[in-house]
């Protein structure tokens, strides 16, 4: 057959035009007969081009069961001597469709970069997702080729959910504040320390509950709050036998990887709880249904009253679904050329449209989160399954407020909002806390004491735990706050406590840590709970970079911003 010359010209230009940086050469005559271009496993695996025409692999992988890391090694049989240049795997979508796949558990896909090879297209000799062979095929057969060069490429998505990494310096000693409680440091000299007294930890996470009791429609009982905080820690709880362990368990922290009790020996732990004083409620629900157009007065009345309560007040203890419908993940996409979402902090819904969180959750020094990399997770339990359930939400929201007095670093006005464009559905598992109603004269609930919930560091070192943690803790006054602890304990302090702030805890090693901030501090009065604080700073731990839960730690005191929570809720979208 006849070729004009210009027709000529344009194959031997295309073929030697550079790409990336390197020369593909391509034949312009393979024998298929003798060795065909096909794939050892058509459905994970398939040859293709790409724009300009230069022959790629295309790979499609399924996702994790859990949120973590895909690792993707690709083996290529290449009939010729590679130099400089092996080639590589990149993902085949861009940023928003990858993060789009992961949240609503599609497969992956990935481009396979081939190096510069002559007369033979590289093979696919093996395909291995986190350690797990799924495809095989031959190599090349070597009496085709004078040289055979066997190359393995990889590529790592991180799906997992871990905090932002920390700026600060690795060697602060406890002077210094640890204000953006959910970042955390990349590694660690060794393990965490042991806290002074611990438990036993819970039992695992159980996702398939038996379903409450239907609902008679009155609040869960409840019969007074707990007493006065005297000033003193409660009394230590028998050291537990942690045999093959290196460290006690902090009563707060439950490690994911720790070996834990069966379910019925850890709730009969609860009757031991020093700071339990009603009754063991059991899960109820409710079969009254609620609508996306829920007004302000209607809001009221369901605000603050799940409709499955946590019979269980031990610290450290995993919460039953929708005990806190109210609680919001926060998750950020990824920087530096990552893909996914990251869990950076707690929230809790107020309304059908709003979310208040801290505002260092989205506010640092030097740069602001926006709007369009966020994206909260309502009605979740386990963060670390990315399959979204029926009654779970994910919505990216429209704007993020953040107060105009907050200054990084501090405590104060450590409040932001994170605004919907469109009301959200309220159900069994997703309901709003209520605004604090009533005196905010902070020595009306001193020694009152108060929950903590949210997704926070372990005592095996984890940045955040799969399923949220409940914590209680006793609201002291400032001059409790800044006394007892060293000259630069109350030096850090002194900068931070405020009119606008206040502290809380036992200062006994339990505590919200790395992961909770932004979670509310709940009080609860006549079965309701309140928005009163917002978890902000903890003082940092010199030897591992953590919190100091042996001091207080200081919240924002959302009820004084409660006018400005409601200005911002009376916004109407646009």
């Known amino acids: 057959m006849f070729i004009p010359p210009v027709i000529i010209f ?7 035009n550079p790409c990336c940086g390197f020369r593909r050469y391509y034949p312009r005559n393979v024998d298929t007969n003798q060795y065909p271009v096909q794939s050892p496993c058509p459905s994970i695996f398939r040859y293709g081009t790409d724009q300009n025409g230069n022959l790629i692999g295309n790979i499609q992988v399924d996702q994790p069961g859990a949120a973590g890391r895909i690792t993707l090694e690709v083996e290529l049989s290449v009939g010729n001597t590679v130099q400089d240049y092996n080639g590589k795997i990149v993902l085949a979508e861009d940023r928003e469709k990858v993060i789009n796949d992961i949240m609503s558990r599609k497969p992956i896909l990935y481009k396979v970069l081939f190096p510069a090879w002559q007369n033979y297209p590289p093979a696919v000799t093996k395909i291995v997702v986190n350690g797990n062979q799924i495809c095989s095929g031959p190599r090349i057969p070597i009496q085709l080729v004078p040289v055979l060069t066997m190359i393995t490429l990889q590529h790592k998505l991180t799906l997992g959910i871990t905090p932002l990494i920390s700026s600060s310096d690795p060697t602060v000693d406890s002077s210094t504040l640890f204000n953006n409680l959910p970042e955390a440091s990349s590694s660690q000299d060794g393990p965490p320390p042991p806290p002074p007294n611990g438990r036993p930890p819970p039992p695992p996470p159980n996702d398939h509950r038996p379903p409450p009791p239907p609902y008679d429609g009155r609040p869960p009982p409840y019969d007074g709050r707990p007493p006065p905080y005297d000033g003193r820690p409660p009394p230590p709880p028998p050291r537990p036998n942690y045999q093959g362990q290196i460290n006690p368990q902090n009563p707060f922290f439950t490690g994911l990887s720790t070996p834990q009790p069966s379910r019925g020996d850890a709730e009969s732990q609860g009757n031991n709880n020093p700071f339990l004083v ?18 302000n007065k209607n809001v009221d009345e369901i605000c603050g009253r799940p409709l499955t309560t946590n019979s269980l007040i031990v610290n450290g203890a995993t919460v039953a679904r929708g005990a806190y419908p109210w609680l919001v993940a926060i998750f950020k996409q990824m920087n530096y050329g990552q893909y996914g979402l990251s869990y950076i902090c707690s929230g809790s819904l107020i309304s059908d449209r709003h979310v208040v969180t801290a505002a260092h959750c989205v506010k640092q020094e030097t740069t602001r989160a926006k709007a369009s990399e966020i994206v909260c997770f309502l009605g979740k339990l386990n963060i670390r399954m990315w399959a979204t359930a029926p009654d779970e939400r994910s919505v990216q929201p429209d704007s993020i407020t953040v107060h105009s007095d907050y200054k990084p670093g ?23 806390l209520c605004l604090w109603q009533g005196d905010t004269d902070l020595n009306k609930v001193v020694g009152d004491i108060g929950s903590v919930v949210g997704w926070g560091r372990d005592e095996n070192g984890d940045i955040s735990t799969a399923e949220p943690r409940l914590v209680n803790m006793p609201i002291v006054d400032h001059l409790q706050c800044l006394k007892g602890g060293s000259s630069s304990t109350v030096h850090a302090l002194v900068d931070i406590v405020s009119q606008n702030t206040f502290c809380a805890g036992f200062r006994n090693g339990s505590g919200p840590c790395n992961g909770d901030s932004g979670s509310a501090f709940l009080l609860r009065k006549n079965g309701v709970f309140y928005l009163r604080g917002i978890v902000s700073t903890a003082l940092s731990e010199a030897t591992h970079r953590s919190c100091n839960l042996q001091e207080y730690v200081v919240f924002t005191d959302a009820s004084k911003y409660k006018d400005w929570l409601l200005n911002i809720m009376k916004i109407k979208p646009t």
């Open 278 to 295: 009603s009754p063991v409620i059991q899960p109820t629900t409710v079969k009254t249904e609620l609508t996306s157009g829920t007004t």
């Open 410 to 432: 501090s405590a104060d006005a450590d409040i932001a909002v994170i605004t919907f464009l469109d009301p959200i559905q309220f159900t069994r598992m997703i309901m709003p």
């Open 10 to 16: 344009l194959v031997l230009l295309i073929a030697n």
